[in-house]
């Protein structure tokens, strides 16, 4: 399996420099491609700065900054319909900017398989989540999209099961699940932290399962964080000290030697 990572950044030039030099530190061998949704009057910039730590770069069409954030996924969509599925890879491993990846991407996902995704904080979307989660809960505005990506996918799919959900924060998509969301009709129904894990399973998809240590609900330090909650300093070095302590984190705003 020939693995990749997509580096997904819009901002803040000199971490996104600081975070490709670690990537290319810790994985001299994989593909970077580059993902840019930032300022259009910037992306020279961009490019003349992050480029040669780059095998391709692309920027997303996409002016509605709301959008590339409830439909990020959209972005890597049309990255992949645009660029992507012409460039050489099998699975692509999603790094945002703001992430912290200290050891080997092979040696983090070892045994995955060619056609396996991953979401970290995998789950059911059982009733507790969606009494408490943003996303879902009827104290929130966003359950009306909720209950309409219930309805579109019983329509379109006879799917009628629990819902998956995740906190998109690290991800592994492989091609066989891009080429099929292209074939969604109605995409940008429901919020990419439980489309994208339920349409995987509605294309029986295999789901590679591994803890990362993604903060859902818990009030414990955890070295995945899907709210702008930097991790400390201290933490991240306590975890290096250990053997067999984290190594990914997010998010982090500050540079790292």
């Excluded at 994985?27 to 992306?43: A, D, T």
């Excluded at 954030?69 to 945002?96: A, C, P, T, Y």
């Excluded at 339920?198 to 029986?204: D, L």
Aim: charge should be positive; aromatic fraction near 18%.
């Amino acid at each position: 399996m020939k693995l990749a990572i997509l580096f997904w950044f819009y901002k803040e030039p000199e971490i996104c420099e600081n975070r490709l030099q670690l990537l290319k530190k810790h994985n001299p061998n994989l593909k970077i491609f580059g993902l840019y949704g930032g300022k259009y009057q910037e992306e020279v910039f961009y490019r003349e700065k992050l480029g040669k730590y780059l095998d391709d770069f692309f920027t997303t069409k996409s002016k509605d900054e709301k959008r590339k954030w409830i439909h990020g996924d959209l972005s890597i969509l049309e990255w992949f319909n645009k660029r992507g599925m012409s460039l050489e890879w099998d699975s692509i491993v999603v790094i945002q900017w703001d992430m912290l990846v200290l050891d080997s991407l092979l040696k983090l996902f070892q045994g995955l398989g060619k056609d396996q995704i991953y979401f970290s904080g995998l789950r059911r979307l059982n009733e507790e989540i969606e009494s408490r989660w943003s996303w879902t809960s009827p104290e929130y505005n966003h359950r009306k999209n909720y209950l309409n990506f219930k309805k579109y996918i019983k329509d379109q799919y006879n799917y009628g099961e629990q819902l998956m959900c995740c906190l998109y924060i690290l991800e592994v998509l492989p091609k066989i699940f891009l080429e099929k969301f292209l074939t969604v009709q109605n995409r940008e129904i429901g919020m990419l932290e439980y489309k994208d894990p339920t349409y995987a399973k509605i294309f029986g998809l295999k789901f590679f399962k591994k803890d990362f240590g993604v903060l859902w609900f818990q009030n414990v330090p955890k070295p995945l964080n899907a709210h702008p909650k930097e991790i400390e300093t201290k933490y991240i070095q306590e975890e290096l000290a250990k053997q067999n302590g984290w190594r990914i984190f997010h998010p982090y705003y500050k540079m790292w030697d």
